[in-house]
């Protein structure tokens, strides 16, 4: 885990620049919000800010309750993702993951119930994306197979360094026999980042494409899922409840049968009636009653591309204004055809 010199402040305090250190010389200031963290079960968020320490270390998260929350991890189970990763650094590391063990062997005799309780958890919630990467690599250290839905926002430029780590860990689990399904929206098929990762994963891979998906999902092994747990993904549930993550693998076999593979060759698809199969998903939205911006998400496009569609329908239909638009749609039959 990097180490850095964090510097956040609660309103109505001065910025005080928290000390770079590693888990193993956790400070004073950490050791003291942590301690009363496991007395007393949870604390604010804004009780926590001047220790940031705590939550990149996952020795605090979220409460699934209350995002204005945070509740404490058992001791032992932070100490294990600690060690775990200590695990496979060289020689010299192992000194620390010593040190580690020796500052967590005092908080232990003080989790006491609580360690039990959380033990058990199977919806736990993780903040900061660094360490939700990191549990994701975690998650598919022994993982044979993966189930990904990825929506198009999760392609911008700015996150080229999280697709970089996500190849290297999925090529190492095609190496060890596992297989990849992914599904993306129709307006990813030909983009040039899903291009790249697709020629250069080796093994079992296979991606889809729909017009419509949801938010990002990810399921390791049929056994756990990660989704979203807000609008900018800064937090993440990690779910173990085998009966939602059944639910959720359902939900993804049965999307994953309609989309359409994706193809080198498959350029373009053919119009109906002079409609193309994206002027066709936009106008089942437009009929719906949804704006040019939700059509544009909805389908994984700008607002600019998806007004260009727009016009293009209207054009085809005779279509002078946008109230005749959805009537013309209604009288043309082209939603009751089959593609």
């Given at each position: 885990?990097?180490?850095e010199?964090?510097?956040?402040?609660?309103?109505?305090?001065?910025?005080v620049?928290?000390?770079?250190h590693?888990?193993?010389?956790?400070?004073?200031a950490?050791t003291?919000?942590?301690?009363?963290?496991?007395?007393?079960g949870?604390l604010?968020?804004?009780?926590?800010?001047?220790?940031?320490?705590?939550?990149?270390?996952?020795?605090?998260?979220?409460?699934?309750?209350?995002l204005?929350?945070?509740?404490p991890e058992?001791?032992?189970?932070?100490?294990?993702?600690l060690?775990?990763?200590?695990?496979?650094?060289?020689?010299?590391?192992?000194?620390?993951?010593?040190?580690?063990?020796?500052?967590?062997?005092?908080?232990?005799?003080?989790?006491?119930?609580?360690?039990a309780?959380?033990?058990?958890t199977?919806?736990?919630?993780?903040?900061?994306?660094?360490?939700?990467?990191?549990?994701?690599?975690?998650?598919?250290?022994?993982a044979?197979?993966?189930?990904?839905i990825?929506?198009?926002?999760s392609?911008?430029?700015?996150?080229?360094a999280y697709?970089e780590?996500?190849?290297?860990?999925?090529?190492?689990?095609?190496?060890r026999?596992?297989r990849?399904?992914?599904?993306?929206q129709?307006?990813?098929?030909?983009?040039?980042?899903?291009?790249?990762?697709?020629?250069?994963?080796?093994?079992d891979?296979?991606?889809r494409?729909?017009?419509?998906?949801?938010?990002?999902l990810?399921i390791?092994?049929?056994?756990?899922?990660?989704?979203?747990?807000n609008?900018?993904?800064?937090?993440a549930?990690?779910?173990?409840?085998?009966?939602?993550?059944?639910y959720?693998?359902?939900?993804?076999?049965?999307?994953?049968?309609?989309?359409?593979?994706?193809h080198?060759?498959?350029?373009?698809?053919?119009?109906?009636?002079?409609?193309t199969?994206?002027?066709?998903?936009?106008?089942a939205?437009?009929i719906?009653?949804?704006?040019?911006?939700?059509?544009?998400d909805r389908?994984?496009?700008?607002?600019r591309?998806?007004r260009?569609?727009?016009?293009?329908?209207?054009?085809?239909l005779?279509?002078?204004?946008?109230?005749?638009?959805g009537y013309?749609?209604?009288?043309?039959g082209?939603?009751?055809?089959?593609?």
């Amino acid at each position: 885990m990097t180490e850095e010199t964090y510097d956040r402040k609660a309103p109505g305090v001065h910025s005080v620049p928290h000390p770079a250190h590693g888990p193993e010389d956790l400070c004073a200031a950490g050791t003291e919000v942590y301690v009363r963290a496991l007395r007393e079960g949870r604390l604010r968020a804004t009780e926590a800010q001047s220790v940031p320490c705590l939550t990149a270390y996952g020795m605090l998260r979220p409460a699934l309750d209350d995002l204005d929350w945070l509740e404490p991890e058992a001791p032992t189970v932070a100490l294990h993702r600690l060690l775990r990763s200590s695990e496979d650094r060289v020689a010299d590391e192992r000194r620390r993951s010593e040190q580690i063990a020796e500052k967590f062997d005092s908080l232990m005799r003080l989790s006491g119930r609580h360690d039990a309780a959380s033990a058990n958890t199977l919806i736990t919630v993780h903040s900061e994306k660094e360490h939700i990467s990191s549990i994701l690599d975690e998650a598919m250290i022994d993982a044979t197979e993966v189930l990904a839905i990825q929506p198009h926002n999760s392609y911008a430029p700015s996150k080229a360094a999280y697709r970089e780590a996500a190849l290297s860990r999925d090529q190492d689990l095609l190496d060890r026999g596992g297989r990849i399904r992914a599904i993306y929206q129709h307006t990813l098929r030909h983009a040039p980042p899903i291009a790249a990762r697709y020629e250069r994963l080796q093994g079992d891979v296979q991606a889809r494409t729909l017009d419509e998906v949801t938010d990002r999902l990810i399921i390791i092994d049929r056994a756990v899922a990660f989704i979203p747990a807000n609008e900018d993904r800064s937090l993440a549930l990690e779910v173990r409840q085998s009966a939602l993550v059944a639910y959720l693998t359902t939900t993804f076999d049965r999307l994953w049968h309609l989309a359409t593979p994706m193809h080198p060759q498959a350029v373009s698809q053919p119009t109906l009636n002079g409609i193309t199969p994206r002027q066709r998903a936009i106008a089942a939205l437009l009929i719906e009653g949804h704006t040019d911006t939700d059509i544009a998400d909805r389908l994984g496009m700008n607002v600019r591309t998806a007004r260009v569609h727009i016009a293009k329908l209207a054009a085809t239909l005779g279509s002078e204004s946008r109230a005749q638009l959805g009537y013309l749609i209604g009288q043309s039959g082209i939603l009751d055809q089959e593609p």
